[in-house]
């Protein structure tokens, strides 16, 4: 197993199991800049070189391999040339299966036989259905509050699942100290599994786009987007490393505040966003939330808020112009894209990839407003 280093002090360790320095800050895996883009596709394990983990099985396999769609429909109303990264096509519908299919297969060479992790839903769908399909033990730790419709899906997979009342963020922390090996957002292997949407994207785009925008929540998939550009500068595998622009939900927004303040720290917030409609990303106290300063600065880029019309109007744009249906932090990417050519950050020429982090749980949708409802004789004088 390779090193694990702090890129805010530079503390390294040799212990694979580690998971937070002596600063606090989460650690990163340390691997080889000897790298060249493979030829031949094996989804997220084309890139291994990358990885601290081989072997798959079962859905492992299946993880990452998701299309970067060309959306020009989605042109207008972004203000920009719109790639849409479809995160929807990974086994349990979102990019969390990145970050699971490399936990399962380090912890499993380990020998270890169970994983554990902190989850509002999509990380506590993927953990579940991973470890199910490896033969391990899934303990999962949700907030009391989570929609009843996510319970039933995360249930179907027979995790050990706790709904627990209390601090989302205390939970975090202290779900460290129980037995199994707990992978939660910002872990070093869910890190590594989850940069390679970005090293994808990359490959895909076969250059370097103007500007990457990946919603964000606890800074985790943040963390892996910033560690994938700066891996593959480093190999020589891309000339020039794009923007980083990062989004959360206006109703909670402690990484955008401290942006906004010139902060060097995430201060958390009181009011915890439970009411946004983009509940996957409302974490009130991000504990990577630093390192996604520290990415936005490197980059040049920027971490915004959106309001929850704007989510909205981009969920349904991304459906009826691009043909895809995400759910709304998903959409978080799009409307921030749209935000920043507005405010004259980004231009009508600039090449933009917006992450639809996934479809994620396929709940209940608004009723619609759109369906006429007509007898056959209506129907034939309408159409």
């Known amino acids: 197993m390779p090193d694990l280093v702090c890129d805010a002090c530079g503390a390294t360790y040799a212990d694979g199991d580690r998971q937070h320095c002596d600063c606090g800050e989460t650690l990163w895996y340390e691997l080889s800049t000897d790298f060249a883009w493979p030829t031949e596709s094996e989804r997220l394990w084309a890139y291994s070189d990358l990885l601290p983990a081989s072997d798959p099985v079962g859905i492992e396999r299946a993880a990452g391999g998701t299309p970067l769609v060309r959306a020009p429909r989605l042109d207008d109303y972004a203000g920009c040339r719109v790639r849409v990264k479809d995160e929807s096509a990974n086994p349990t519908g979102s990019f969390k299966d990145r970050g699971t299919a490399v936990a399962t297969a380090a912890l499993r060479a380990r020998g270890e036989t169970e994983i554990g992790t902190v989850s509002h839903g999509n990380m506590a769908m993927s953990t579940a259905a991973h470890a199910a399909s490896a033969g391990m033990d899934a303990v999962v730790l949700v907030p009391d509050d989570i929609p009843e419709d996510r319970l039933g899906h995360i249930a179907r997979y027979d995790p050990e699942l706790y709904a627990v009342a209390g601090d989302y963020g205390r939970l975090y922390e202290e779900s460290f100290a129980l037995g199994p090996t707990f992978v939660n957002s910002d872990s070093p292997l869910r890190v590594a599994g989850q940069k ?95 390192r996604v300063l520290r990415a936005t600065r490197d980059t040049g880029g920027s971490v915004l808020s959106v309001a929850d019309d704007a989510i909205l109007a981009a969920q349904r744009a991304l459906a009826t112009r691009a043909g895809l249906a995400v759910e709304a932090a998903s959409a978080t990417s799009l409307a921030a894209a749209r935000e920043l050519t507005e405010t004259g950050r980004l231009e009508e020429s600039d090449d933009v990839a917006v992450v639809a982090t996934g479809t994620g749980f396929r709940e209940r949708p608004p009723t619609p407003d759109s369906v006429r409802r007509v007898t056959q004789d209506e129907l034939r004088e309408r159409l």
């Open 196 to 290: 390679t949407t970005v090293v994808e994207l990359l490959h895909q785009f076969a250059g370097t786009p103007d500007a990457v925008v990946v919603p964000v929540s606890s800074g985790g998939h943040a963390s892996g987007t910033w560690k994938a550009v700066r891996e593959l500068r480093a190999a020589g595998a891309i000339e020039a490393v794009p923007e980083l622009h990062f989004v959360q939900a206006a109703a909670c927004d402690p990484i955008a505040r401290a942006y906004r303040n010139g902060d060097d720290t995430v201060s958390p917030i009181a009011d915890g966003g439970d009411d946004t409609v983009a509940y996957s990303i409302a974490n009130a106290n991000p504990p990577s939330g630093d």
